[in-house]
């Protein structure tokens, strides 16, 4: 077994991680630093396209053949979905 192989082996296995984690980031830092005056309709939008490029270049890093892209775009919108819940959950009192 080559590195080559243990590095793509790690980067499967790491995939739904990071994108469920870094995609939300990304967001972020898109929302605050480079376009803070985002439309709020294409972050629903943003959060699957970015999963799909995150998948792609793990693809390329690991020099592995690119993931599903559903299973991408959903994961890529989930971090931003629990982000936005657990964000909507703090702001409302439940007394």
């Known amino acids: 077994m080559d590195l080559t192989m243990i590095i793509a082996a790690l980067l499967a296995a790491a995939t739904?991680?990071?994108l469920t984690v870094?995609?939300?980031m990304a967001?972020?830092?898109?929302k605050l630093k480079v376009w803070p005056k985002v439309p709020a309709y294409l972050?629903?939008?943003a959060a699957p396209v970015l999963?799909?490029?995150?998948?792609?270049g793990?693809?390329?890093?690991g020099k592995a053949p690119v993931g599903n892209a559903y299973l991408a775009a959903i994961l890529g919108a989930l971090?931003?979905?629990l982000h936005e819940f657990v964000k909507?959950?703090?702001e409302t009192t439940l007394i």
């Open 16 to 18: 739904p991680f990071v």
């Open 22 to 24: 870094f995609v939300p």
């Open 27 to 30: 967001i972020q830092f898109i």
């Open 43 to 45: 972050l629903p939008i």
């Open 51 to 56: 999963g799909l490029l995150f998948d792609y």
């Open 58 to 61: 793990l693809g390329l890093l």
């Open 79 to 81: 971090g931003v979905w």
């Open 88 to 90: 909507q959950f703090k």
